[in-house]
């Protein structure tokens, strides 16, 4: 349950990101509005390979992007069913297994082993910083970008938080 809150505001901010661009994608130039897709693209990718480690279930990726840009539409889709996958396996993971460790190989072909609460920080961290990647390029064309903080996200959801004490 610890990890609860940080994938319902991954989601969040995935959400409010996504509605940004996809309400301005338009007035970006044609590498930058590339760019944008395939940044977030790259995290949903990344996000079902490790779903797939975590749940042991075949992965559906054999890179850490896909060779396609997918369409507004389509990424929606996949950040949508990963974010809610990770919300509900948060919601009920127990500590001990966030300690069983997985071993794994990369896409680049390396071998690896992460414990599942390591695989989840990873998550977090990755998804964070490549949504703010695609946030900078709506900054640096001077459109409007997300205030997705994770402390309005907690504010929205329990508005007393705001209240004096």
């Not at 459109?143 to 959801?157: A, G, I, M, W, Y």
Request: proline share 2%; charged share 25%; glycine share 6%.
């Amino acid at each position: 349950m610890r990890y609860a809150n940080a994938f319902r505001y991954k989601q969040w901010a995935n959400i409010e990101l996504l509605s940004f661009g996809e309400r301005q994608i338009h007035l970006l130039p044609e590498g930058d509005a590339n760019f944008f897709i395939r940044i977030l693209n790259h995290t949903a990718v990344v996000d079902s390979i490790f779903i797939s480690r975590i749940s042991g279930t075949q992965e559906q990726f054999s890179a850490d992007n896909t060779i396609e840009t997918p369409s507004f539409s389509e990424l929606r889709g996949r950040m949508g069913l990963n974010d809610s996958w990770l919300v509900k396996f948060t919601e009920s993971v127990s500590s001990n297994d966030l300690d069983r460790i997985i071993s794994f190989q990369f896409t680049d072909g390396d071998f690896g082993q992460l414990s599942i609460d390591e695989i989840l920080l990873h998550l977090l961290t990755h998804g964070s910083n490549h949504r703010g990647m695609a946030s900078r390029v709506l900054a640096e064309n001077g459109l409007e970008r997300p205030k997705d903080t994770f402390t309005r996200f907690l504010h929205e959801l329990e508005p007393f938080r705001r209240e004096a004490t």
